[in-house]
C-alpha cells in the first residue's frame, strides 16, 4: 500500500507562496488519482484540488481557483500544490490522499490513504 508525506508547510505573510509536496512510496503512484485536502481545527476536511493519474486533468475548490495549482511527477512519486496569493483563510492543515473514486472526489470519504499532513499559516 503506498504512504503518503507531505512537506513544505510553513509560516508565510499575506499575499506570499509555498509549494507543498507529497512524496509516495512504491511502484504504483501513476496508477493513483491525488487530492488535497485542508483541515483547521473543529472543522471538517476541506476539498481543495485534485489530478487525475497523468495529471491531465485538474480540479479545485473554488475558493483556490486561480490561485493554487496542483501538479505531479510521476517519475518522482511526487504530488505537488502551488499555493500564490495566500490569504489569512488559507491557514490549516494541508493533506495529500489517494482517490478511491467510490465517492465524489469533494467527499473526503472517497480517499483511501492520507498522509499525516503539513501545516500551513498565513499571516495578515
Known amino acids: 500500500q503506498v504512504q503518503l508525506v507531505e512537506s513544505g508547510g510553513g509560516l508565510v505573510q499575506a499575499g506570499g507562496s509555498l509549494r507543498l509536496s507529497c512524496a509516495a512510496s512504491g511502484r504504483t503512484f501513476s496508477t493513483y488519482v491525488m487530492g488535497w485536502f485542508r483541515q483547521v481545527p473543529g472543522k471538517e476536511r476541506e476539498f481543495v484540488a485534485r489530478?487525475?493519474?497523468?495529471?491531465?486533468?485538474?480540479y479545485y475548490a473554488d475558493s483556490v481557483k486561480g490561485r493554487f495549482t496542483i501538479s505531479r511527477d510521476n517519475a518522482k512519486n511526487t504530488v505537488y500544490l502551488q499555493m500564490n496569493s495566500l490569504k489569512p483563510e488559507d491557514t490549516a492543515v494541508y493533506y495529500c490522499a489517494t482517490d478511491s473514486g467510490i465517492y465524489p472526489y469533494t467527499q473526503e470519504e472517497t480517499y483511501a490513504t492520507w498522509g499525516q499532513g503539513t501545516q500551513v499559516t498565513v499571516s495578515s
Open positions: 489530478i487525475t493519474r497523468s495529471g491531465g486533468s485538474t
